[in-house]
């Protein structure tokens, strides 16, 4: 935890001491994001091979699994972004800062990093337009007050680099994220990139946006951490077992896929040109004489339930501290999930945690687009405005059951509980225009279903 600026000073290490143990786990759970358990797992080996010369391996790559799955539920149907009527300028602000961003893609990649690593950051700026952008949350060091970890001094980005023909060197940049300012830093560093050197550069820009420019999303939180906790940490064991459990088992199975065999003498031969003792099997007659026993392969029971009933279990302890269930991953029983409300009960484990990413996502992206508009406002951007009511309407992930949902609305109108206009609308997210005119083409068929005689027009005053 840093608590002031002290860190970025000549002859300071890098990166900060009171920061390298939250790094080095960003370290490790990238790369078990990335397949390279065995870089992580360092019992690995020796587990499965005495000899240590090589590695058996068997990787599966459950941290990558669970990070898309809580990306897929919170981003895979994207939500809806409003803030205004369809047609207003603060609407066709949000879409165009939405379109010019990608920022659906660009959310995505900040939730896979609040699950591996516990923490995502949004990173606003401006160029010729307000532009939202994730940072990878190693470059990112929050500097807080020593009485109060939660009230945020600064935001501090800052990487190192090598640049160079002949002779490489190495350099960091700084970027000193204030309420209304930004600090921009170059130092030198020394030849192993590990102090800070000298100061080359520095330069000071002024925002015009009385806000920090940088907007972290934490996963779990709790009163005495700045960052949050990453969803990898807690399955370390499991994992690691459960890999070490199937490369076993795969190993056994391999050894005695070509069993060996036995027999009397007469079934070798001598390899003429080597004068070894060989053995050639296939096609050969072997005859017996009375007192020799006929050829015959060594098998083996393995015995090996006891293993796949550890496996079920690891994976039963798997889902309930990932907080998922095999329904979450397409694993569904016959008679378990025949209809979406039967899903969603299967699913109220992962449906419960992505809630609860979900409400510190809704604030961070509001304050992103704020931040991106505010910024397009202060630079006097042609068509600029400012964003005050920012809406999201998140949707849940789940497959939507058409049948069953239309038999609600049915049910719902049946007994008076809403209108056909709010119907359509949960139905099929029609709204303006689109759903006037579904509405009028409802009404159309109606009336032209409705039998002639209570069609017929009624008299005008003053007809006999």
């Known amino acids: 935890m840093l608590t002031s600026l002290d860190f970025i000073r000549t002859g300071q290490p890098w990166p900060p001491e009171p920061e390298q143990e939250r790094l080095k786990l960003y ?45 897929d539920l919170l981003l895979g149907e994207p939500p809806r972004i409003t803030a205004g009527n369809k047609g207003t300028p603060e609407q066709e602000a949000v879409e165009r ?36 952008e ?20 600064c935001h501090v980005l800052a990487w190192r680099y090598q640049e160079g023909a002949a002779v490489k060197r190495w350099y960091l940049n700084v970027e000193i994220h204030e309420r209304g300012r930004i600090t921009f830093q170059r130092w030198t560093m020394n030849s192993a990139g590990e102090r800070i050197g000298n100061l080359l ?24 951490r700045v960052t949050g906790l990453d969803d990898y940490s807690d399955l370390d064991g499991i994992l690691q077992e459960l890999e070490t459990r199937v490369a076993q088992i795969s190993r056994i199975l391999d050894k005695h896929a070509d069993p060996s065999m036995y027999g009397p003498d007469t079934a070798a031969s001598i390899d003429p040109l080597t004068g070894k003792v060989t053995y050639l099997a296939g096609g050969r007659y072997f005859p017996i004489m009375p007192d020799e026993d006929p050829p015959g392969y060594i098998t083996w029971d393995g015995q090996l339930e006891a293993s796949f009933k550890q496996i ?16 979450a991953f397409g694993q569904l029983k016959t008679g378990l999930a025949e209809s979406g409300s039967a899903l969603r009960r299967l699913m109220l484990a992962p449906l419960a945690k ?41 949707q849940e992930g789940l497959p939507v059951d058409e049948i069953e949902q239309t038999d609600i609305e049915t049910q719902r109108k049946t007994a008076g509980l809403t209108s056909t206009e709010s119907a359509l609308k949960r139905l099929y997210g029609l709204e303006g225009e689109a759903l006037q005119e579904e509405l009028q083409r409802i009404l159309d068929e109606a009336d032209a279903s409705m039998p002639q005689m209570f069609k017929s027009p009624l008299p005008k005053k003053g007809d006999a």
């Open 134 to 153: 994730g940072q990878p949350p190693s470059v990112w060091f929050p500097v807080v007050a020593p009485d109060n970890i939660k009230q945020v001094l």
């Open 354 to 394: 992505i809630n609860r990413i979900r409400m510190r996502f809704d604030p961070a992206l509001k304050e992103a687009l704020y931040l991106a508009a505010a910024l397009e406002v202060a630079q006097h951007k042609s068509g600029a405005v400012t964003l005050e009511s920012i809406r999201i309407d998140w």
């Open 27 to 71: 370290s490790d759970n990238i790369k078990l994001f990335e397949g390279k358990h065995e870089q992580v797992y360092k019992n690995w080996v020796r587990l499965l091979r005495d000899d240590q010369k090589a590695t058996l391996e068997i990787i599966l790559n459950w941290p990558k699994r669970l990070s898309t799955l809580w990306a």
């Open 312 to 327: 079920e279990n690891l994976m039963e302890q798997l889902y309930a501290i990932s907080e998922t269930s095999p329904a």
């Open 201 to 224: 550069e520095e330069r000071v820009q002024e925002t015009g946006v009385d806000y920090f420019l940088v907007v972290p999303v934490n996963n779990i939180l709790t009163t005495d």
């Open 97 to 132: 800062i939405l379109e010019e961003n990608s920022l659906i893609n660009t959310a995505y990649e900040v939730a896979l990093d609040v699950s591996r690593l516990g923490t995502g950051c949004f990173k606003i700026r401006y160029d010729q337009r307000g532009i939202i």
